[in-house]
């Protein structure tokens, strides 16, 4: 939903000129703004955008306000829900830098505290910018509901064309995946982790991807949040197919923390581990952000549920296969990368 920032006038007219300064506070709306071929229009972005590879060269207007580098699973847990709980940020946004940009469009989200400034930060934020610039609110629950995102910031961008045609591609290949696996005989059992210490569930768009490429993830929430479960609920489920996508991560760092989960109790009575079906992926580019990868995540689901059937044709580094050893320190997480598509 495209606004305009708070303390406009109602006399202000809205004007049809397509934004030249954007600024992006979330990843995905960094990976939308290029996909449209605005990268020139970037002025600012968050310290977590990283693609494509000339965003990381873009000034940096937005950061954690935690340390989560240097933390556990846990204990970024911990520190999310104590600064949430006290009504504490988790971004810091650099006001002196965003007012030397002078942005006339920011582009946000309202969907998730966690992975960019909440609409109450932004707000206090633009009360301070001497221009009001208009602000463009991302808050997709669907596939469906992403595409429709990307529409809207090519409306504002003067780029709806465009937009149509990444839409357009999208839709055609979810269409060819979802046809080619209803055909399939059958559909296996699907955990998707989005988070391993404690354990949560997928959901959004993930429930909705697993189902288009073959599989069921009844743990999974469709169109909501992702939430913290019990581990027996995994266990009750026995999923055939286990893929560790925890939010925020690459795939060196989602596979290095994925060798907890073997430490858990009946891990390894697990169908998905006792037939080596145990996978982590790189979740930051194709599955955590709303944006036209998680098309590509689509497909890379369709081939580790069934590799027999679709191949992946991406790159390398998207996913590992991950074996329950008895002495995990014997292979390295280098020898973990080295033996991806396995």
């Given at each position: 939903?495209?606004?305009?920032?708070?303390?406009?006038?109602?006399?202000?007219?809205?004007?049809?000129?397509?934004?030249?300064?954007?600024?992006?506070?979330?990843?995905?709306?960094?990976?939308?703004?290029?996909?449209?071929?605005?990268?020139?229009?970037?002025?600012?972005?968050?310290?977590?955008?990283?693609?494509?590879?000339?965003v990381r060269q873009k000034p940096i207007v937005v950061r954690s306000a935690l340390a989560i580098d240097t933390m556990s699973q846990s204990e970024v847990d911990a520190a999310v829900t104590e600064r949430l709980r006290q009504g504490l940020s988790?971004?810091?946004?650099?006001?002196?830098?965003?007012?030397?940009?002078?942005?006339?469009?920011?582009?946000?989200?309202?969907?998730?505290?966690?992975?960019?400034?909440?609409?109450?930060?932004?707000?206090?934020?633009?009360?301070?910018?001497?221009?009001?610039?208009?602000?463009?609110?991302?808050?997709?629950?669907?596939?469906?509901?992403?595409?429709?995102?990307?529409?809207?910031?090519?409306?504002?961008?003067?780029?709806?064309?465009?937009?149509?045609?990444?839409?357009a591609d999208g839709r055609s290949r979810l269409e060819r995946i979802a046809a080619q696996a209803s055909r399939?005989?059958?559909?296996?059992?699907?955990?998707?982790?989005?988070?391993?210490?404690?354990?949560?569930?997928?959901?959004?768009?993930?429930p909705e991807?697993?189902?288009?490429?073959?599989?069921?993830?009844?743990?999974?929430r469709t169109g909501a949040d992702s939430v913290r479960i019990p581990w027996s609920d995994v266990l009750h489920w026995a999923p055939e197919v286990l893929i560790v996508m925890p939010c925020g991560c690459e795939l060196e760092k989602a596979a290095e923390q994925a060798r907890q989960l073997f430490g858990y109790p009946g891990a390894s009575e697990l169908p998905a581990v006792r037939n080596g079906r145990v996978y982590a992926v790189d979740a930051n580019s194709y599955f955590a952000r709303p944006g036209p990868r998680v098309v590509d995540g689509t497909e890379l689901l369709a081939h580790l549920l069934h590799p027999s059937?679709?191949?992946?044709?991406?790159?390398?580094?998207?996913?590992?296969?991950?074996?329950?050893?008895?002495?995990?320190?014997?292979?390295?997480?280098?020898?973990?990368?080295?033996?991806?598509?396995?």
């Open positions: 939903m495209l606004v305009e920032a708070p303390n406009m006038t109602s006399s202000s007219p809205v004007t049809s000129v397509a934004a030249q300064r954007i600024v992006s506070f979330l990843p995905s709306a960094t990976e939308m703004i290029c996909a449209l071929g605005l990268v020139d229009r970037l002025a600012g972005v968050t310290h977590e955008c990283d693609f494509p590879p000339e988790l971004y810091q946004v650099d006001e002196r830098l965003l007012k030397g940009i002078a942005p006339d469009l920011i582009v946000t989200q309202d969907l998730c505290q966690v992975c960019a400034p909440s609409g109450n930060e932004v707000a206090q934020v633009l009360a301070s910018l001497p221009t009001k610039p208009k602000v463009l609110w991302l808050t997709p629950k669907s596939l469906e509901q992403t595409f429709e995102n990307l529409r809207e910031l090519g409306a504002a961008t003067d780029r709806l064309q465009k937009a149509e045609e990444i839409i399939l005989p059958a559909r296996p059992r699907v955990f998707c982790m989005e988070w391993i210490d404690p354990v949560h569930c997928s959901g959004h768009w993930v991807m697993v189902r288009i490429a073959g599989g069921i993830d009844e743990l999974g059937v679709f191949e992946w044709r991406g790159p390398s580094d998207a996913f590992v296969r991950l074996e329950d050893e008895p002495n995990p320190d014997r292979r390295s997480l280098h020898s973990l990368a080295s033996a991806l598509n396995t």
